[in-house]
């Protein structure tokens, strides 16, 4: 089989190699039983032939290839049971967007709108798919997309926006490194300060978004919006007496009906100012403002605030004054009405198959289930028998910062073996929407609960 050379610039590191040969049986540029030799795609590739050994390994470990003895590997071939092991699509079943998923399938350019929720290191494990959907699969279409984040989801966002210095893919890929390798100056046995993490992560942004923002900002077809919360009450100053009671009193209010929670804290979206947020927004009280080059970090930087866990951010430029939060607060999973995307579909890699709208409502199951607002809502998320093939059975969390402690060689070897695994995710969906996307290739659209 001839195979036309792609140039790669510069030596392949093994981390980016995997991901190139993994992309490639994805696009079926060795398709299923072919037999692979060293020499031949290490020529392909530009490198050695010992680092190809060693992926050739590491595809095997992970399913994708197939020991062929002293013949090397093999492609693997995956049957409709294979593709369903991971990746599932979820809808509103009587929904727009599960309607359109059966009579015509999923092209990129059926997409209008990405949501990435809140959640912290369970981000991780969508990264692979964002580096696909972002860097291989929308750029074949040419309609503008929206992108919405909160917290680590407006960070993913940022980043998907990105075009030099390897585009999307390369700064997801980085992302996920970053977030994997976070560590911070801590006593012995005790958790950083917030006012050491806030300096560091602040940094790590500036360092990230701030030095390209211009860049992110005009990308030509996305359009970024970072979801935070500004705090009222005892909650528009930060303090170390007013901020617990002012938290208590958030709680109990949303507790009653998450309206009440505005009394507490305000939705602040910092939106793309060259065309707004097709959304009403009436669900809670919302003020869009201008996301520019100037606050495009702040903003940011405010929506990755947890409380206790950074310092709040003051005065983000361009909004209204007070005390800025984490926008996964008053929009955890960004449970909003999406019918202002009427002509199209709204994209949801998540982490999980509900939807709930504000952290505070974690407690309160009957606020997880589907709503009419997300009839144009196709969700792709990790089965849980894939979830439970993960160490310790579980996505990685915030909570491994403190289960770990000291440890961060072990954390991060758990956390690293999560997103290798997630790979599989990023594959699947990347062969079913090969094949058009349709239900019944390997996947099934299952209900949002």
């Not at 040969?21 to 530009?46: K, N």
């Not at 030095?211 to 996305?222: D, G, K, V």
């Not at 009653?256 to 809670?284: Q, S, T």
């Not at 009280?285 to 866990?309: D, E, K, M, W, Y």
Request: proline share 7%; with cysteine; hydrophobic share 40%.
């Amino acid at each position: 089989m001839e195979n036309p050379r792609t140039e790669i610039p510069g030596e392949l590191g093994t981390g980016s190699l995997l991901a190139q040969l993994r992309r490639w049986l994805a696009e079926g540029r060795y398709p299923a039983g072919t037999r692979l030799a060293e020499e031949s795609v290490a020529q392909d590739l530009g490198v050695s032939r010992t680092p190809v050994r060693l992926a050739f390994r590491t595809l095997a470990q992970e399913g994708l290839l197939e020991s062929a003895g002293k013949r090397g590997f093999v492609v693997r071939s995956f049957s409709g049971d294979d593709v369903r092991c991971a990746v599932e699509v979820r809808g509103v079943l009587e929904g727009l967007a599960a309607r359109r998923l059966a009579e015509r399938g999923l092209g990129a350019a059926d997409v209008r709108a990405v949501p990435a929720a809140a959640g912290g290191a369970k981000g991780i494990v969508l990264l692979p798919l964002d580096r696909f959907v972002f860097g291989h699969w929308l750029p074949q279409s040419t309609q503008t997309v929206h992108l919405l984040g909160a917290s680590i989801g407006a960070w993913r966002m940022a980043l998907a926006c990105r075009r030099s210095g390897g585009g999307a893919d390369a700064a997801l890929a980085q992302l996920a490194e970053d977030y994997i390798t976070q560590s911070y100056p801590h006593a012995p046995g005790r958790m950083p300060t917030a006012a050491v993490v806030t300096e560091h992560f602040s940094r790590k942004l500036e360092e990230r978004l701030g030095t390209c923002a211009a860049e992110l900002l005009s990308h030509p077809r996305f359009r970024l919006h970072v979801f935070t919360s500004r705090g009222r009450g005892l909650l528009h100053h930060a303090g170390r007496l007013r901020q617990p009671v002012g938290w208590a009193a958030a709680f109990a209010a949303n507790a009653v009906h998450r309206k009440a929670l505005g009394g507490w804290l305000e939705r602040i979206v910092f939106a793309d100012p060259r065309e707004p947020l097709p959304l009403a927004l009436a669900d809670y009280p919302t003020r869009q403002v201008p996301l520019g080059a100037h606050n495009l970090t702040p903003a940011v930087l405010a929506s990755c605030t947890i409380p206790f866990v950074l310092e709040a951010v003051r005065d983000v430029p361009g909004g209204p004054p007070g005390t800025y939060w984490d926008g996964g607060i008053t929009d955890y999973h960004l449970h909003l009405d999406y019918g202002g995307f009427d002509d199209g579909v709204v994209l949801y890699p998540h982490f999980g198959p509900h939807v709930v709208p504000g952290w505070l409502d974690k407690p309160w199951k009957r606020r997880h289930a589907a709503t009419d607002a997300l009839s144009r809502v196709l969700l792709l998320a990790p089965r849980d028998e894939w979830i439970a093939a993960l160490p310790g059975g579980k996505l990685p969390d915030r909570r491994d910062f403190k289960a770990w402690g000291d440890d961060e060689a072990g954390r991060q070897a758990v956390w690293r073996r999560a997103h290798g695994e997630a790979q599989r995710l990023a594959d699947e969906f990347a062969e079913w929407v090969a094949r058009g996307g349709r239900p019944g290739q390997g996947v099934e659209v299952e209900p949002l609960p």
